[in-house]
Structures are given as structure tokens and as C-alpha cells.
Nanobody, 131 residues
């Protein structure tokens, strides 16, 4: 059974940094050697927003305009893990952050920020940025 476990959330002051990790289990990158991994976030009263999405086969990574230049999504395939490095954090980045995987894809163009296209989700990790 596929499981995604997030870690690394917490509380920081504006301008600070955090690194979120998402460890996948129940499959290996070699089983689904090409798939999408992404981070989404949701704050109270708002829709879930795609923050960053990558295709494990390489190519461009999608970033929401609101995080471009501040967030970096990377992968460590040997550990079935993706990381979201967040810098220059702002109070508006405060949200619950979710890791997600979409396994049955046929190219990078499938890796969009549409939450309803993702098959598996983690439990979420809270990020709080104070001013």
C-alpha cells in the first residue's frame, strides 16, 4: 500500500527557511520510474493550491507564481523521497502542506498542479510563518 509521510513543518518568523520532506513507501521509484511528485497547501477557507510539482523522469518543475524563486523542489530517488526547500518565507505561506503522488503517467506533461489528478496523499504537515 502506497504511503506518503511528510515531515519538517513548524513555526518560523518571516524571512526564515524550512525544508519539508516526503518519504514514499509501498512502491519504489523503479516500479514507477516515471511519475509525478508534488506539494500542495491549504489554509482555512481556501482551496488546495499546487505549490510545486516535478516529474521524476526529469525536465521542468512546476512552481506556483507565489513561490517562484523562494521554493525549490528536489528528489532523492534512492530514498524515495522528495524535498521542498522553502526560503524567504512569508506569513501568506502559512498553511497545511501536503505531499502527493501521481503514479500512472506517460510523460512530464502529466505533472500539473491539478490536485484531483493525484492518486496518493500524505497526512499533511503544518507550516506557520509569523510576521
Amino acid at each position: 500500500q502506497v504511503q506518503l509521510v511528510e515531515s519538517g513543518g513548524g513555526s518560523v518568523q518571516a524571512g526564515g527557511s524550512l525544508r519539508l520532506s516526503c518519504a514514499a513507501s509501498g512502491y519504489t521509484y523503479s516500479t514507477y520510474s516515471r511519475h509525478c511528485m508534488g506539494w500542495f497547501r491549504q489554509s482555512p477557507g481556501k482551496e488546495r493550491e499546487g505549490v510545486a510539482v516535478l516529474y521524476t523522469g526529469g525536465g521542468n518543475t512546476y512552481y506556483a507564481d507565489s513561490v517562484k524563486g523562494r521554493f525549490t523542489l528536489s528528489q532523492e530517488s534512492t530514498k524515495n523521497t522528495v524535498y521542498l526547500q522553502m526560503s524567504s518565507l512569508k506569513p501568506e505561506d502559512t498553511a497545511m502542506y501536503y505531499c502527493a503522488a501521481r503514479l500512472n503517467v506517460f510523460g512530464g506533461r502529466w505533472c500539473t498542479a491539478e490536485a484531483d489528478k493525484f492518486d496518493y496523499w500524505g497526512q499533511g504537515t503544518q507550516v506557520t510563518v509569523s510576521s
